[in-house]
């Protein structure tokens, strides 16, 4: 009888125990995994290529419109005020070309694929995966 009451003891007792353990480790591994940098894969090639080029042609864009806008004949026999409404033509056609572009590349930015997050701490290793559906 005597050590049926300490069996039961010592299991009471080493659950209570481990318990605190487990709870204190996987508060630990929850920490641990919140302050690793998330893992993402490449943006797609299509998107962000496009939104690059879209940049780009939207800057030449506007500075082609600032030279237009300080030339007084814009290279053309045309009055001075058709030269500032062709210039302001350009800036706005150049910043609606790079807002798409900026618009396109945080589209690829979004549609990056998330890696698994490996990592290897003392007496653990942890894989992460993200799911989305």
């Known amino acids: 009888m005597k050590l049926l009451a300490v069996a039961a003891m010592l299991a009471f007792t080493a659950n209570t125990v481990f318990a605190g353990?487990?709870?204190d480790s996987a508060r630990a591994a929850a920490t641990a995994a919140a302050q690793q940098p998330e893992h993402r894969g490449p943006m797609p090639a299509g998107l962000k290529w496009t939104g690059i080029?879209?940049?780009i042609g939207?800057?030449?864009t506007v500075?082609?419109?600032?030279?237009?806008k300080n030339d007084?004949?814009?290279?053309?026999?045309?009055s001075s005020s058709d030269c500032d409404a062709l210039g302001t033509g350009f800036y706005v056609f150049g910043a609606a070309l790079a807002g798409t572009g900026a618009a396109l590349l945080g589209v690829a930015n979004a549609k990056r694929e998330h890696l698994p997050s490996i990592s290897v701490q003392r007496g653990r290793v942890s894989i992460r995966q993200r799911f989305s559906f």
């Open 21 to 23: 353990g487990l709870r």
């Open 53 to 55: 080029g879209l940049l």
């Open 58 to 60: 939207g800057g030449v």
């Open 72 to 78: 007084d004949s814009c290279g053309y026999s045309i």
């Open 63 to 68: 500075l082609l419109g600032a030279a237009v």
